[in-house]
């Protein structure tokens, strides 16, 4: 079952290793596979459907209190005041918590930052009452001038200390001898994650020890940033969290909630839960920010790009600094001799941008592949043949050969199976019952990120296995994948191996985000089996009383727990019984697994080709999706089934990108005016029509043992770009902000 114990330490058992740092085990012996590379369905699937998975707001302690927090109305103040009289004399009320100075909340404590910021949180025997006590708060403050509209007089863009500016070739003079250049600009609107499962925090002290079961993507780092803004010992917090009901990146970090929390439970010394609002999501929580983009670029007659110039700017809080990786495609998708980059960042009184699904990729890969498709009209040539011509041998950004990229075979196997020779290149060339239809399409690339892991494994005395790792899985099928991976390596059935995960105490794992946990994760995990197994053979073949000794440990196969030597199946024993013989309940490996110097040497991305087709109705300005399909170059695949439902689900987010959401702000105060899920629009069923996703297959063993590339980010790149480009397809006009509204359609 995900999320059970994983060894009971007082039980006698064989360590095969400890934290060894693997780059690339050698498999020392055979294990047939046949685990990965199947659709199999998810393990948690029917813990999930049927109710009994649970989620950090729905664990039941004894003796629970329910917090409230009570949030600013204001973007900026200082001097305030609050009366609690009010609320703590209704009944159940035990304490109004005010006093947050002490803690390192990411921001000034002794002024309000950012509308919503907390400013006290109710304490009651019953959610109602603490609902109820936090209505009767009484807040007064000094206002400040503030600002929270990055396009308004006075706003002053500031350098991105991450993303320097980047210089190659000569631009201008590019420019100025091209016989064509574009020259556009950009803009999109703040976009909010919206996960079903709202921000979710339980805390539990035990003398000086904390317990929380908290909604989020990174336990160690949460346990990690709790304590030091509580200003305890890290190893006197536990964060556990087993399952999240979506996230999206914006349980990536560490919120004010959080830790409001765990102070609350500390000072009532009485477990404590608090779960934000929808409204209040909106602003305790990050969110994609509101971005401005100039492209420029230039090209020969014959469609060789010469030029590109990719300027950005979006949205940050003043208290703290989040950057997105917006021109990154733009210094290396195509070949181009000369090129400039500049990012700045708008500090504002908001509160802080963070993390969202294919973070400053999608952005800057609305206003790359826009560009890219405004340039094919102009010179009239087809979007997938000008992609075609400006295919480059290297990457030019960093000089280094791409480790693999298959990009071209993802346009032309994409266009095939999409049917992009229907398209008329005319604009408004096809009508269908009174409707304008369209077909657009658009490059998508995103970074293999990988980066150090530990895992456990452990072979039990029935037989079975329980492999574990701190990381999480919010959605694209964690816990699948790596009992995958675990079962091949082991030479197991999948029915036979659990894996867990969403506990700090687990060994190490990176933050579950940046498409890199399968990578990480799953070669610590392919690391540790591999060695566990290799370990047991070798147990086996030098003991006289195995059927198997003096086999060379080459020689052993291992399938369905069963190890036998090559070329004589008698020869033969399974796990159970080599534990037994030696009166062992168990042998387990930990093992570590980093990429090495990989990066220095190669490129590694992922990549895809988009196709959509859109109707538009003119007397109604509404655009709407008829079909999207991609292609993707991802490596090896380990689940065909999780890869297409994570395909399907970038798609639906572009669609909310492209044409539905966007953040409403009332600069007089900061409010988020559309704060719920009736004004902000996010893609229903209606929405979502004919999705359909293709993988390449291969693999890539230059980056890790498994040879995967990273998926969920990049499904979601090149999506809202394919869609305006199909919209521009049907009707003539180029749309350039997003969402694309009814009214730049009428």
């Known amino acids: 079952m995900p999320g059970s114990p994983i060894i009971d330490p007082a039980a006698p058992q064989n360590t095969a290793g400890q934290n060894a740092v693997v780059q690339n085990a050698v498999v020392q012996n055979a294990v047939v596979q046949n685990a990965v590379g199947q659709p199999m369905s998810r393990v948690d699937g029917q813990l999930k459907v049927t109710g009994r998975a649970t989620y950090a707001a729905e664990h039941d302690l004894p003796d629970l209190l329910h917090g409230v927090i009570v949030s600013s109305a204001v973007s900026r103040a200082s001097d305030t005041t609050i009366n609690t009289d009010r609320a703590m004399a209704q009944p159940g009320v035990l304490r109004v918590l005010t006093d947050f100075g002490a803690f390192q909340l990411g921001y000034p404590a002794d002024q309000v930052n950012f509308f919503g910021q907390p400013l006290a949180v109710v304490v009651a025997s019953s959610l109602e009452q603490a609902q109820h006590g936090a209505s009767l708060v009484e807040v007064r403050h000094t206002g400040l001038p503030a600002s929270s509209d990055m396009d308004a007089p006075g706003s002053a863009p500031q350098p991105a200390p991450e993303t320097p500016d980047y210089d190659r070739g000569d631009p201008d003079g590019a420019l100025r001898g091209a016989p064509t250049v574009l020259d556009h600009t950009f803009t999109i609107a703040r976009d909010y994650h919206n996960p ?8 539990q002290w035990d003398g000086d020890r904390l317990t929380l079961w908290d ?3 990174w336990v160690q780092g949460n346990a990690r940033n709790v304590a030091t803004a509580l200003g305890i010992p890290a190893g006197n917090v536990r964060v556990i969290c087993p399952f999240i009901g979506g996230a999206f990146g914006s349980a990536g970090r560490t919120w004010p909630h959080v830790i409001l929390t765990a102070f609350a439970a500390r000072e009532l010394r009485r477990p404590v839960k608090l779960v934000l609002t929808r409204r209040q999501m909106y602003s305790g929580i990050g969110y994609r920010p509101t971005s401005r983009q100039r492209v420029r670029l230039a090209a020969t007659r014959a469609g060789d790009v010469t030029a590109i110039v990719h300027e950005a700017s979006t949205e940050t809080a003043r208290y703290t600094r989040y950057e997105d990786s917006i021109v990154e495609l733009s210094q290396f998708l195509y070949r181009c001799p ?27 890969a609305f206003a790359l592949e826009s560009t890219m ?46 049917g992009w020779s229907r398209r008329a290149a005319a604009p408004r060339s ?18 293999n990120n990988r ?3 530990t895992a456990m494994a452990r072979i039990n005395a029935d037989g079975t296995a329980v492999v574990a790792s701190a990381t999480a899985d919010m959605g694209p099928g964690t816990y699948t994948s790596m009992t995958q991976i675990a079962a091949d390596a082991l030479g197991l059935p999948t029915a036979r191996v659990t894996f867990a995960l969403g506990d ?37 073949v030098v003991d006289p009383a195995s059927p198997l000794h003096g086999v060379r440990p080459d020689a052993v196969s291992v399938r369905n727990g069963l190890l036998s030597a090559a070329g004589a199946p008698t020869r033969a024993e399974t796990y159970q019984q080599i534990l037994r013989r030696r009166g062992l309940t168990g042998m387990d490996s930990q093992q570590s697994w980093a990429p090495g110097d990989g990066n220095k040497r190669f490129s590694s991305y992922a990549y895809g ?18 079909r999207i399909f991609a292609a993707y170059d991802i490596g090896r695949v380990v689940n065909p089934k999780l890869a297409h439902s994570q395909a399907l689900s970038g798609m639906v987010a572009g669609i909310g990108m492209a044409l539905l959401e966007s953040g409403v702000i009332d600069h007089r105060d900061g409010r988020i005016v559309n704060a719920n899920l009736a004004d902000y629009l996010v893609p229903v069923n209606a929405d979502v029509p004919e999705l359909d996703a293709v993988f390449l297959g291969g693999e890539e063993p230059a980056a890790d043992p498994i040879g995967i590339k990273g998926l969920a980010e990049l499904v979601m790149v090149g999506v809202p770009a394919a869609i305006a480009n199909a919209v521009f397809n049907a009707t003539g006009k180029r749309i350039r902000d997003l969402p694309i509204t009814l009214d730049t359609l009428l």
């Open 430 to 447: 096809r009508t269908e019952d009174g409707l304008l239809v369209g077909m657009g399409m658009a490059a998508a690339a995103h970074s």
């Open 373 to 418: 498709d405004d340039l094919a009209h102009e010179l009239g040539i087809d979007p997938i043949e000008l992609r075609l011509r400006n295919e480059p041998a290297v990457n030019q950004f960093t000089n280094l050969p791409f480790s693999t990229r298959r990009l071209a075979e993802c346009y032309q196997l994409g266009a095939q199976r999409f």
């Open 451 to 453: 980066t150090s892991a």
């Open 196 to 203: 079903i499962e709202l921000p979710s925090t339980i805390a």
């Open 609 to 626: 080709a988009v196709f959509a087709e859109v109707s538009v109705d003119e007397m109604l300005g509404l655009a709407r999706i008829r």
């Open 338 to 364: 000369n090129v400039r980059s500049r990012y700045r960042l708008v500090p504002l009184d908001v509160h802080a941008p963070t993390f969202m699904r294919g973070p400053g990729a999608v952005t800057g």
């Open 215 to 217: 909604k989020t993507q």
């Open 504 to 540: 700090s105490a687990l060994p190490a794992a990176p933050m579950h985000s940046g498409s890199k946990t399968l990578a990480s994760v799953g070669s610590a995990v392919l690391t540790a089996c591999n060695a566990l197994r290799d370990s047991v053979v070798r147990t086996a």
